[in-house]
């Protein structure tokens, strides 16, 4: 009996991210399949959505708009950032990604976009953000 992708499933599946007109993002098709655990923030929420209802063996493409995916960009979430300001062991040069972490001890990354001598512009949205997604996938298997 094949079973149904739910909204707490441990699923094992190949999936392909990448841009709806083309350059693949990444694969598990030519390697071991991903197992995730929906529902708990290891895949963005538009993404396991498209998942919920399917089975075991199910094969399908779906385009996952900005606001569903890695989210809309955000011009807030770039900032100018004064280098004495930062920690003097990181290495600043153009679309570096440098992680920092927060004072509850999360970890998040920014990617360099913009160096003078004073500052640095730091881009924190998430690459994707802002941009359509495709997102193809193969049900292995459901717990």
């Known amino acids: 009996m094949t079973r149904q992708v739910a909204d707490s499933s441990l699923v094992t599946l190949h ?8 350059g693949e993002l990444i694969s598990t098709f030519d390697a071991a399949p991903a197992t995730l655990q929906l529902g708990k923030g290891e895949l963005a929420p ?11 063996g199910d094969r399908k493409v779906f385009e996952v708009a900005p606001d569903e995916g ?3 960009r955000q ?3 770039v900032q100018r950032i004064p280098r004495a300001d930062l920690p003097s062991e990181i290495e600043l040069a153009p679309q570096a990604v440098i992680e920092f972490s927060a004072t509850d ?15 640095a512009t730091i881009d924190f949205n998430h ?10 996938v193969l049900v292995v298997g459901v717990c």
């Open 46 to 56: 538009g993404l396991e959505r498209c998942l919920a209802g399917l089975y075991e």
């Open 15 to 22: 999936f392909r991210l990448s841009l709806p007109g083309g």
């Open 105 to 119: 001890g999360t970890k998040y990354a920014g990617v360099v976009v913009d160096l003078d001598d004073e500052d």
């Open 70 to 72: 890695f989210g809309l």
């Open 127 to 136: 690459p994707l953000a802002g941009k359509t997604v495709r997102f193809e």
């Open 75 to 77: 011009d807030r979430l």
